[in-house]
């Protein structure tokens, strides 16, 4: 019985043969090749973290719940890493993970859920810039002249960082007199199509009159932690002490257009959102919005009232 068992077991052409012997950091630079130049970043950043957790090069064989514990720990108690930042790198940790299953060199993947490795992460309020503060930023000087272009940019299309990134001049077109961009999202891959404003246009004129273009690309970024430094200067020089960032900016886009009285379905399809329910939630900001409305709804007994007086002065002076 024990042969047959044993043939059966053997006959299975999926059975795995797992390979021993890999480094986490040999581990991530196969990675390195197939995944994009943002996430390439990151796991970088992860084996830095790693590096300076373990002290030493560490085998993925020897990674376990326990060692996925202790690392959760040392990114919040010793890097003193926010909770959010923490959660994107044990993520990272995971998929490296999934990444070994996958190739062979673990049997399944050790790491509990993240949820059960740190506390609970509370998002921060949303925040969005008013047209006030937009203009003080028009007018403040920024450590880079393009970051702060691609910024007001964003604040005037809802477009991502990713998009901003990738924006070629090839997107952008003339219809009937009026500029469209259209570009298929890096997050998203769906289409979207925006016509250009009056200030988004000047943005684009202006990076052309700098040189600031090369031959595609719209706005060549500088690196993701130049960008960041950038906004954080250029905040403190224009005197806003909210945190900047460049989600910021394409929530801005979606709560002035709200202010300004454009429809939700059309806000939510210039932003390439595939729910309307996305759009809404940053509707739930604008407490001028709710105050206005308010007004108007005291205004009809505003107008109750003078619409009595005058009624019985009328019959009066009959």
């Not at 030493?56 to 959010?84: G, R, W």
């Not at 450590?143 to 997107?171: M, Q, V």
């Not at 999202?185 to 016509?195: A, H, L, R």
Request: hydrophobic share 35%.
């Amino acid at each position: 019985m024990n042969a047959i068992k044993y043939n059966a077991i053997n006959l299975n052409p999926n059975r795995p043969r797992y390979k021993k012997g890999i480094s986490i950091k040999e581990l991530i630079y196969k990675r390195q090749e197939k995944i994009r130049k943002h996430t390439q970043t990151i796991d970088l950043t992860l084996l830095k973290h790693l590096n300076d957790f373990s002290k030493e090069n560490t085998l993925i064989q020897s990674v376990d719940a326990n060692f996925c514990y202790k690392f959760a720990n040392y990114l919040v108690s010793q890097a003193k890493l926010q909770i959010s930042s923490a959660t994107t790198y044990m993520q990272k940790l995971h998929a490296v993970l999934q990444d070994a299953v996958y190739l062979g060199y673990l049997k399944s993947n050790p790491m509990p859920p993240i949820s059960r490795l740190l506390p609970k992460y509370t998002s921060p309020q949303r925040s969005n810039l008013s047209v006030e503060e937009v203009e003080t930023l028009n007018n403040s000087e920024c450590p880079h002249l393009i970051t702060k272009l691609a910024f007001l940019f964003s604040c005037y299309t809802g477009l991502r960082l990713s998009d901003i990134e990738t924006l070629r001049w090839n997107n952008i077109n003339k219809r009937n007199g009026v500029y469209m961009l259209t570009k298929i999202q890096v997050k998203t891959n769906s289409e979207v199509y925006i016509p250009l404003c009056k200030q988004a246009v000047q943005i684009l004129q202006q990076v052309q009159n700098n040189k600031l273009s090369n031959d595609e690309n719209i706005f060549p970024m500088y690196s993701r932690t130049t960008i960041y430094s950038d906004l954080r200067q250029w905040g403190t020089n224009a005197g806003i002490t909210k945190h900047i960032t460049f989600h910021i900016s394409r929530i801005t886009f979606v709560t002035l257009s709200i202010s300004a009285g454009m429809n939700m379905y059309v806000i939510s399809k210039l932003c390439g959102h595939k729910d309307i329910k996305t759009t809404q939630v940053y509707a739930r900001m604008i407490d001028r919005t709710y105050i206005d409305a308010m007004t108007m709804f005291e205004n009809i007994f505003k107008y109750k009232k003078l619409k009595q007086k005058t009624s019985q002065k009328v019959e009066l002076l009959l």
